[in-house]
Each structure stands twice: as C-alpha cells, then as structure tokens.
C-alpha cells in the first residue's frame, strides 16, 4: 500500500522544498520507493533535484494534470524523471501557475491532482507532494490526493495566525473531499539551538499545539549545508552526510516510518 503526503504551509520559505527532498530521499535509503511530485510553478523541487531549467522541459505535471482532467491516457512513467540517489520525481515548471485558474472550470477540481496520482501510486511506497505557498486550488489538490500532510515551521516565527488558517483549510478538506486525510505532524525547521530565542519557540509551539496535533520529536537545525543542496542538486545525504542536518533528517525518516505503523493506535486530531 502506497502513501501519499502533502509537505504543506501557506507561508514562503518554511523549508517544504528541502524537507520533500531530503525525506524523500530518507525514505528511498530506508529501501522505499519514492515518487517526488513538484507541484509548485517555482519549480524549485525540480531544480533542487539538479534538473536545470525546468521552464524548457515539455512534460511536467501540468502536462500530467491536464491530461488526466481530460481523461486521456498516461502511461505509468510518462514524464517521470529519475535521480541517482534512488527517488523518482515529476517535475513542474511556470506551466503550473495557469492551472490555478484552469482548474475553476473543470468538472472535480479539486481531485484533479488526485486523479493522476492514483493512476501511478501503486509503483511505490510513498508519494511526497512539495505544495506550492498558497491555500489556493494547487494545495487544494494536493490535500485532497493526500492520506497525511506534514507542515513544517520555521522555528523563527510564532506561526500563530497562519497555522490556524492552514489547519482550518485542512480540517474542511477533510470533511468534504478527503475523509481520510491526517495530520502527520508539525516540523520545526531551521532551529537555531544556539539561540534561546528559538529554544523558547520551539517550546511555546509545543506547548500550544502538542495536546491535539503531533509535533515531531526531530527538529531540523539551521544549517548552511542544508542551505546550499539546492544549488548542487543534491540531498544532504550526498552532500553532507556526517552533519548535523543528514542526522535530523534521517531521524525525521525514521519517525514518519513509525508513525505509519503506528498511526492506528494515536489519539484523534483537532479538525476545526
Ligand atoms: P517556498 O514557500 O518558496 O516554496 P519552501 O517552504 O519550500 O519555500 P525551502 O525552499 O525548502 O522552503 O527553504 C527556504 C530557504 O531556506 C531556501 O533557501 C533553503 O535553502 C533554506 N533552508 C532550508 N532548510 C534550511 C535549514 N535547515 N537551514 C538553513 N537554511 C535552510
Ligand atoms: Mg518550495
């Protein structure tokens, strides 16, 4: 059985990217097989993955979306590009950001994302989806295909206001689209444990929320390594693999690994 998560938070530069591409690739260390689905106009998964000028490629996931809304054929790796540390990815590129509007017209919009994903899930174990920032039909879309989402934070701001519209959003998707949608967790990134600043949010975080979502014990550390992957194409496992961030992030890996097994037995969620 195959599980898709959505790497979601409305807010930019909360570190979404990095963290599909560096579980994604955790996953695929631990023997899984990983499917990595941009869905971002930015493109930047498909860049961090190496692929160059995503805006020159002819087959991305607008592609994949627009054939699946018109019920047109797909084979199984139709545009599915490989990357040599073990993880598959479709990829996006400017395309994408006219499906936002293309998709108001369509009959099932919001399982439009759902629709090809279910066409190629069942060649792997995990689907992560890196959403674009915005509540908008793209997110929509990747919640509604989605059996878990997993919302990083930036450990530098108090996510007050946008955290609750995020979990409002999820909490009606589930409702109306995705009866099956959970709440993986909450992902402090970028923690800067030298400072007490970030100590003290980490903790009012967990404080606020850990009685009715999940936090995950891992919190991934501020670090220039994990900041430059991107501009070499590479995870942190290739290039950094004794750091800091390689640590964390296998942690995380381990911890998304056990809460699938355990899922069944959590306490329920708050969904507003
Ligand atoms: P967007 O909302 O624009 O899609 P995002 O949520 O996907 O952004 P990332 O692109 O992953 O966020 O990260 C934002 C920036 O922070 C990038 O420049 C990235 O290289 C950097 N970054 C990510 N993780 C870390 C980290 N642990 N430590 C330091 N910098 C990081
Ligand atoms: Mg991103």
Redesign the pocket.
């Known amino acids: 059985m195959s599980k898709v998560i959505a790497i979601a ?1 409305q ?9 599909t591409v560096n579980l994604g690739v955790g996953l695929a260390n631990e023997g899984k097989k990983v499917l990595l689905i941009d869905c ?1 106009a ?1 493109g ?1 998964l498909t860049e961090s993955l190496g692929f160059q000028n995503p805006d020159e490629m002819e087959i991305t996931l607008s592609t994949l979306m627009g054939k699946a809304m018109n019920e047109e054929p797909i084979k199984s790796d139709e545009g599915i590009l490989h990357h040599d540390e073990g993880v598959d990815l479709v990829p996006a590129n400017i395309e994408l950001s006219g499906m936002e509007t293309a998709l108001v017209t369509v009959m099932n919009r919001e399982r439009a994302l759902k629709n090809y994903i279910d066409q190629v899930k069942n060649n792997y174990d995990y689907v992560l989806i ?1 959403c ?2 915005s509540l908008g039909m793209l997110t929509i879309n990747s919640l509604a295909a989605a059996d878990e989402v997993i919302i ?1 934070v930036q450990a530098h701001y108090l996510p007050a206001k946008g955290l609750e519209q995020l979990l409002t959003t999820v909490g009606k998707v589930k409702r109306q689209i995705n009866p099956k949608l959970t709440i993986g967790g909450i992902l402090l ?2 923690v800067d444990k030298r400072t007490n600043y970030a100590k003290d949010i980490s903790r009012i975080i967990r404080m606020s929320y850990s009685k009715n979502l999940t936090i995950y014990k891992t919190e ?5 390594k ?2 430059e992957t ?1 501009a070499v194409g590479k995870s942190i496992f290739a290039y950094d693999k004794n750091g800091k ?1 390689a640590e964390a992030y296998k942690d995380l890996t381990k911890e998304v690994l056990d809460n699938g097994k355990q899922r069944k037995k959590h306490r329920s969620e708050i969904i507003r």
């Open positions: 938070n807010k930019g530069g909360v570190g979404k990217t990095t963290t971002d930015q930047s890196d674009t920032p990083p990134t970028m991934i550390p501020h670090s220039i994990a900041a991107s961030a």
